[in-house]
């Protein structure tokens, strides 16, 4: 099935806008996995078991893996999801961004390879770059526009003629670039004006909002300023704050309540 | 030793500018190959091997390693390299881009796991992604600027104030983030005039310059535009017309004839 209509299957029949961050940072992981020589999946799948109802995606982040050689156990972990909660999408957060024949192998990697629903793709180098990854309809392209850190500003705050570089990427996406109807959006919950103005360039194009949490977003300024006039179009993303609740043996069953708080909290704001 | 005084003494002692870029193609490799479990590795240590004492520098291009999850081939192509041919630096192309502690990962990524000697990096996400690479001062930090390809336009062309978006991430790297020495900038070799501009802006910060030969740029313009007063600051990027050019048995001498020639090519034009 199509990227975006499992999402919006998930938003409406499991009533989240949740999506799980799996960032495994082992220094953090807690104590009944040290030794364990496939920790970095034991960890990741015992949040994905916790969490997969309360979520309408997961995002794997790959430098997390790929760092500690640990490719493996992400190719074992999107697959468990696939295999044990099927119908919930998986997105790769990996930022890619290169040309011709390069960009064509990072969509093999996300979509062949890992067999991932989504991928975040950088737009610094333009259409002929995210091409490969637009043809692919049934897989979603999550295009970075106004990332959550401070440095975001140095270039994505620019003017260019009369309005910002993050707004130029917003508009320049969902009415030139999403001919698939495949796209997406970051935008930060650090910038909740910001996710507003997105919101009244795009339609009801998704966005992924990472930056609550840890990061200090705050949710119901996110949910009135991001979300579509059906309370839905949102996925936001949350990792440390969830895979790291506990670092006891209890550490699945915190996670899935730190999501499930999440989710209700996002849920009170989600309809006028 | 410093990335960037590593490239300064293939400049002046091995009198080249040429950087191969090893971007394996397993379609594409010669006959004598086929069957072999390992060819991607066999394949660019051949090339390496047969160009390493013509560059300044080589530079594999991670995804098509990552397509095909042959890390381990790469792994062992960046250690061949540094303990058969100490004092190239091996610069990976991975145009990373990320915020936080993700950074950290993927600088731990080129740096701790791979070995690389510099890592090329998107600059969207402003100077916090890029920190980790920058305080490794030992390290090349190389921002993508003005890529080669044709919608590189879309962005970096855009005007932001009185110059354009790349022109403003050239004099961004060069006066603010080039604080430890060890910045350097992409500008594809299709935009002869741009690299002009580019160097007109910069001083002395070294260009990494792909696009010459299969994507057309011309390397007269590139040497003439680019070059410092001393006659390098370039490192002139080639990967298909190198790596391809024989399919035969003879691949690797094919491949050094046409390292030679553009070494050759480069050098006529280096000094006024």
Redesign the interface.
Known sequence: MHFLETVRRRWQDADTLVCVGL?P?PTRFPACLAGDPDAVFAFCRAIVDATADLVCAFKP?I??F????A?DALERLIAHVHATHPGVPVILDA????????AQ??A??AF??YRADAVTV??????????PFLDRADKGVIL?CR??????????E????SRK?YQ??AE?VAREWNGNGNCALVVGATWPEELADVRSRIGDVPLLVPGVGAQGGDVEAVVKNGRTADGTGLMISSSRAILYASNGEGFADAARRAAMSLRDGINRHRNP
Do not use: F, M
């Open positions: 960032d940072e982040q430098a997390h790929a760092a500690h050689g490719e930022k890619r961004g290169d040309i011709g024949s390069t192998h990072y093999a990697e062949e390879r950088n737009p610094y180098l333009g259409r002929d770059s995210v091409q970075l990332t959550s850190n401070p440095g975001s500003r140095d270039l994505q620019l003017d260019v003629g570089l130029h990427v320049l």
